[in-house]
């Protein structure tokens, strides 16, 4: 199985940067994914790390170093409406088939 | 056409009722799923289809039952339910669960079982 850490909330003030974490530990790996969930709506994808590196899209980036199971997604530029939840998923064997399992969640709380 | 739908968006049940959740989606998509979300918490895996057969089913009680019509529709069947089944309810697709692509969600079903 896999095993996902996240801090639960963190907070940032408008036009700021912020770096939310992810540690993993899984039998298996085979990519790791972010999606920001707003509150009573569905997740929605940002990003897709399988390699090593800097993924940039935008005003948002993610990085993965598998040898050390840790990835972050850096948020740059903050606005109010980037006040959501951000999920980590790792992608670990299951039944044959390789499904994301979702961390907890980082509340990010942007502040004026 | 990057679009999962999910019918009805708000549901509230008995815990002696029958129904269903309906997930509908036309990318092409030979994988899809359920999950179950509660407040501040991050989804659960409920089923996972894969061209159309249930191919994961994470130990979920047997009063929900998923049906996969074909390969647009994905249903959940609800019966005899409990208060703590209570939650968002999402369906998701992918183009292929073996492979690195990410997932498309529906808006979810807000469940309530009274």
């Known amino acids: 199985g896999q095993n996902i850490d996240q801090p639960t909330e963190m907070t940032a003030t408008e036009g700021a940067i912020v770096q939310i974490n992810c540690t993993y530990q899984t039998s298996g790996f085979n990519g790791l994914f972010w999606y920001q969930q707003h509150a009573g709506e569905a997740p929605t994808f940002l990003s897709y790390n399988v390699l090593d590196g800097l993924e940039e899209k935008g005003r948002f980036s993610s990085f993965l170093s598998r040898s050390k199971g840790y990835s972050y997604l850096l948020l740059k530029e903050l606005q109010m409406k980037d006040s959501a939840s951000y999920l980590c998923a790792v992608r670990g064997p299951s039944g044959g088939s390789y499904i994301p399992t979702f961390g907890r969640g980082t509340s990010l709380i942007v502040h004026p | 056409d990057t679009e999962v739908t999910q019918t009805p968006k708000h549901l509230v049940m008995g815990m002696t009722n029958k129904k269903s959740l309906k997930c509908e989606q036309h990318m092409g998509h030979r994988a899809m799923y359920w999950y179950k979300q509660k407040a501040k918490k991050p989804p659960e895996l409920m089923f996972v289809?894969?061209?159309?057969?249930?191919?994961i089913n994470e130990s979920v009680p047997s009063r929900f039952s998923p049906e996969c019509p074909n390969s647009s529709l994905l249903n959940l069947h609800l019966h005899a339910l409990q208060p703590e089944d209570s939650a968002l309810y999402l369906c998701?697709?992918?183009?292929?669960?073996?492979?690195?692509?990410?997932?498309?969600f529906g808006p979810g079903t807000r469940l309530t079982v009274t």
């Open positions: 998701a697709s992918s183009q292929d669960p073996g492979t690195g692509h990410e997932q498309y």
């Open positions: 289809y894969s061209y159309e057969k249930l191919s």
